[in-house]
Structures are given as C-alpha cells and as structure tokens.
C-alpha cells in the first residue's frame, strides 16, 4: 500500500504523506518554459507528452507522495462543447450553453474528445516515479462546473441575481454532468488513476438551504460511483460552513480542509481522514512562518489520520524553495 492508501484505508496516523494542489503549476520555471511556446491551455492539457511531463515535474524535484494530473475541472464543459478558453490574467472564459446541443452529446464522442487525458494518465501511470505514490485523478463537483457553465466565468463573491430562474435547465444540465462525470471518473480509473478527488470549488457561494439538492445529492452519486469501482475518494467542498454535515452527508474517504476552517475544532469534529488545510499564502512569507504556520497543522493532527496539503493551490508567485523547505519538514516530522 502506498502512504496516501495506508492513511485514507489503514487510517495510519503515524507517518504524514503529503501532495500539494497545483504542485504542476507556473510557479515551476520548467512548468512556465513548457507553457511559453503553448499558449493555448486547452491543447496543452490534450497534449498528451506534455501534459504528463508536467504532471511528473513536482516528483523530479520534491519527495511527494503523489502526481494530481495535469488537466483541468473545465475539459468537462469542453468535452461538451461548451467553448471554454484561458485569457490570460482573466481566468476561464465560457461560451454560450446550448441544452439541445449539449443534451445531444454522445458517450463516444466526449471520449474521444478527452481522449489525450486519459492517455496522459495510462504514461504517468506507468512511470517509475510513481511507484509507491499515488496517481489523482479528479472532477469538478456538479454544483461547481453548473457555475462555471452558467456564469461563463469564476464569480466574484456571489452568484448573479438571477442564477436560479431557469430550473428546468439547471436540473438538466445537473443530469447531464452526472452522467458525463461518471464516465469521466471511469475513463481515469481505467487509465491508472488510483484515487479520485471531487473539487466543490464554489459549495460555499450557497445558502444551507440549498446545499442538498445542488451539494449533497449530486456528489454522494459521485462518492458512490467512485467507490463502487474500488478507489478511495477525496472531497473538496471549499467554502462550506458546516464540514462535519457535508462528510456525515456525502461520506467521502477523505476531506480536504479550506485555510478558513479552523484544524483544531474539525480535527474533534470529523472522524474520517483529513487533508490540506495551510493557507497557501504562507508558502510567500519565510521559513520562521511557514515552520511554523506548518506545525500547527502536523502536530494538531498527529493522532488523526491526515494528508498534507493546501486549503487551496499553490500561487504561482510561490518559490519553488518553500516548497521544497516544506515537503522536506513534513517528510522529517
Ligand atoms: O492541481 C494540479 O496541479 C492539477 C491540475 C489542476 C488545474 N486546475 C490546472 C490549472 C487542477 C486540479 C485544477 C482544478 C481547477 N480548475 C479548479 C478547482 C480547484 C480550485 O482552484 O478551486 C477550478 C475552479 C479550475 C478552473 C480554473 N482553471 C481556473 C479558475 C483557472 C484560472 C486561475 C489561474 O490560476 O490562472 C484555471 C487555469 C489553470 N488550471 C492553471 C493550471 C495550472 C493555470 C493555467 C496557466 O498556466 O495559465
């Protein structure tokens, strides 16, 4: 069994495993060289030789006990054809939603479209790196790719004021990306993906109210999907008020933490694994912080099963240095 199994399945409490979100991303020179000359991020991301190198150049450099493929929660929507682009310093942009087109897609088709992604998981997958560490694989959560595809961009602090006044649209598409997700989630299992994590990037734009029908529901599915293939699956529902709720509720294998959730009171709370939790800001302060800020997080879980992470990506104003200062600490705790 690899670190990450024996925490999630073992419930290991004596060793630390740690991976960071966004660990291939532009705060890595040989990551900013590669996306110089590709300018298109879509096409990078179905590239399959480089997007598997990138995915393998955190492992070159840090002791981390897995690679999350180099892909994005948006290839969803683009397997749809919901148009999707990167401007840069903008974010995601989304073209028009069409439900008669995208109520047209068939299985064969968004396969195919994606089909690089999975290729790119079946190289790392079989890439002495990865021996003993474990392959991510992951989805949007429904309730996130619902905002993205009706929002057409990252929203700001809420949702636009008329976000639900199309039900029958947005129980559509719900249906749709549960679907489409699932065979997603298949496809990367398929291909070497040993564990699965579901990003809820925007659960905490919703009222409690709202959350069993656009959280809960449709990510239990998920969670039970993923299990019924035999993988361990990690939730991220980023912004919730109520963690204990969402995991009593959905029942993941394990839940990654946000940096505003205090570890001193979920660590009491929750009884499955927990993951992440440090505020990726601290990674650009200095050593004396991050020792610190570090520690907070590794000796209030020492006697609960916990996976190193993030309450979010690394930035990419991050030097690479702090990571490696990190990653070694945890590695020596
Ligand atoms: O974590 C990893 O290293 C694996 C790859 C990964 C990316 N995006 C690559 C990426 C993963 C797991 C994601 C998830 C993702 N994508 C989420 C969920 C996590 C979160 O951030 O809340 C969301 C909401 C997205 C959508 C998305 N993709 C946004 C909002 C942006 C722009 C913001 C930014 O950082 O520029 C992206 C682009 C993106 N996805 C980049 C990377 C490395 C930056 C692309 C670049 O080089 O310009």
């Not at 660990?23 to 300018?39: C, D, S, T, W």
């Not at 590794?298 to 104003?317: C, R």
């Amino acid at each position: 069994m690899t670190p990450i199994q024996e925490t999630i399945i073992n419930k290991k409490t004596n060793n630390t495993p740690i991976w960071l979100m966004r660990q291939a991303g532009r705060y890595l020179p040989e990551f900013r060289e590669i996306r110089k000359v590709n300018p298109n991020f879509i096409n990078l991301c179905l590239n399959e030789n480089l997007s598997s190198e990138i995915t393998l150049q955190p492992l070159k450099r840090f002791e981390l006990d897995a690679a999350i493929i180099f892909s994005d929660i948006l290839m969803l929507p683009h397997g749809l054809n919901q148009k999707v682009e990167f401007k840069k310093n903008h974010g995601p942009q989304l073209g028009p939603l069409n439900l008669d087109q995208i109520s047209k897609i068939d299985e064969i088709d968004f396969i195919e479209k994606l089909y690089p992604i999975y290729k790119s998981i079946k190289k790392v997958s079989e890439n002495n790196l990865i021996k003993n560490k474990n392959l991510i694989g992951f989805v949007g959560a429904p309730w996130t790719l619902l905002v993205y595809m009706i929002n057409k961009q990252s929203p700001k602090k809420k949702l636009i004021k008329d976000f639900f006044k199309d039900e029958f649209l947005i129980n559509r598409i719900l249906i749709i990306l549960e679907k489409f997700l699932k065979l997603h989630i298949d496809h990367q299992i398929k291909n070497g993906a040993t564990i699965i994590q579901i990003f809820d990037s925007w659960a905490g734009l919703l009222e409690e109210k709202d959350l069993p029908n656009y959280v809960y529901i449709p990510t239990l599915s998920l969670v039970e999907y993923v299990r019924s293939l035999g993988i361990p699956v990690i939730c991220f529902p980023r912004g919730v008020k109520n963690y204990k709720n969402y995991c009593d509720i959905v029942k993941p294998d394990a839940v990654n933490i946000d940096y505003d959730v205090n570890p001193i009171s979920i660590c009491k709370e929750i009884n499955i694994p927990v993951q992440g939790g440090l505020d990726p800001k601290v990674l650009l302060t200095d050593i004396e912080n991050l020792k610190k800020q570090a520690l907070k997080y590794l000796n209030t879980f020492k006697d609960h099963p916990y996976i190193f992470n993030l309450g979010h990506g690394v930035l990419p104003e991050t030097k690479p240095d702090m990571v490696d200062y990190l990653v070694k600490m945890v590695n020596d705790y």
